[in-house]
């Protein structure tokens, strides 16, 4: 059932992450031809993977010459986060078993944030299939074009617009946080504790993958907000 | 060629821990607690995934990169429209990098 607010509210939230990832394809796409990637094994690398921190590493492993067989196994530790993100998000999918297997392409860290928080929130909240698509559609257009422009307009890129677009993701992030704070300090204090957690820990283990920080800070955190009283009064 | 290679194994790890939970586990009467603990997840992984990431927004300076945070957070507290703060934050970075420069 498509109503067409919820594809005006798809295209809002996909344009926030659109406009969010635009920065960090177009830097993926100069590093790629850096490393010595075509403009079009650039681009496939965005369309085919799908994912930023893996690509960004596998560069890092490509120019170190690392075996491909390392390569795929750090790119699987790096995204099983993913695995939490769909079980937290597949239960609120209003879609047959196919179009979800074949929506979950389009899973990112930012597209469950912002899919969760904006387009269905709470236990009873669904989230359709027509919205997600959306929101998928722009966010990994606006990926995989930004990785081709950066692979083929490297040169003209000025470096102070590039270091002044890196904020957006996490603006992006702030922009869903505060809301939900606003909506219930719960909201607050498990993601206080989630970061206070990823930072004791990057600084603590200061090897251990970025991926595997951010499964143990989601974890933790959130067994934590289970333990919080119970928000009978509140629509999370 | 080989990259080819790459990309088909990286696609297929990436790929599969994003589609398992979609195809099994969507039917499971999971115990309350358990629902509870995933509908925190969202919350949980945004804050991990703004700190300490956001102290290296800007290379190499945290402060300015967490005062365009501030910025962000100001904007969100006013407008509900996230895609309105990313601009803002942008906007204020822009400013604040580039108009020393001009003045």
């Known amino acids: ?236 | 060629m080989s990259i080819w290679w790459l990309l088909a194994g990286m696609f297929v790890v990436t790929y599969l821990p994003r589609v398992i939970p979609f195809l099994i586990g969507r039917e499971l009467e999971l115990p309350r607690w358990v629902r509870r603990w995933l509908d925190y997840f969202p919350y949980a992984a945004l804050g991990a995934l703004i700190f300490p990431g956001i102290l290296r927004a800007v290379p190499g300076r945290p402060w300015l990169s967490l005062a365009a945070g501030g910025v962000a957070a100001g904007v969100a507290l006013l407008v509900r429209n996230p895609t309105a703060v990313v601009l803002a934050a942008i906007a204020f970075l822009l400013g604040i990098q580039n108009l020393p420069g001009l003045l």
Do not use: C
């Not at chain 1, 960090?24 to 796409?29: H, I, Q």
């Not at chain 1, 790629?32 to 094994?41: C, D, F, I, R, V």
């Not at chain 1, 929130?121 to 929101?135: D, T, Y």
């Open chain 1, 1 to 236: 059932m498509t109503r067409p607010g919820e594809l005006s509210r798809g295209l809002g939230a996909g344009l926030s992450v659109a406009l969010g990832y635009l920065p960090v394809a177009l830097t993926f796409g100069v590093l790629a031809g850096q490393t010595g990637l075509s403009p079009a094994e650039a681009a496939g690398m965005s369309a085919w993977v799908y994912a930023g921190a893996s690509q960004f590493l596998a560069l890092r492993m490509i120019a170190a010459a690392a075996s491909p067989l390392q390569i795929v196994l750090a790119t699987f530790i790096l995204n099983f986060r993913h695995f939490l993100m769909g079980a937290s998000l597949a239960r609120k999918l209003s879609a047959r078993r196919g179009i979800a297997a074949a929506l979950s392409y389009w899973l990112t860290d930012e597209t469950f944030v912002v899919a969760s928080i904006r387009l269905a929130s709470g236990p009873e909240a669904r989230l359709s299939a027509a919205s997600f698509l959306v929101l998928g559609l722009m966010a990994y257009a606006s990926w995989v074009g930004g990785t081709l422009a950066g692979a083929l307009l490297a040169q003209w890129i000025p470096a102070a617009v590039m270091g002044s677009l890196g904020i957006g993701l996490y603006a992006l992030f702030i922009a869903l946080l505060v809301p939900s704070i606003r909506k219930s300090w719960r909201f607050g204090l498990v993601a206080g504790a989630s970061a206070a957690i990823g930072f004791a820990v990057s600084r603590l283990a200061p090897a251990l993958s970025e991926g595997w920080i951010l499964i143990g800070a989601t974890l933790g955190a959130s067994a934590l907000g289970t333990l919080l009283p119970a928000e009978s009064e509140v629509q999370p």
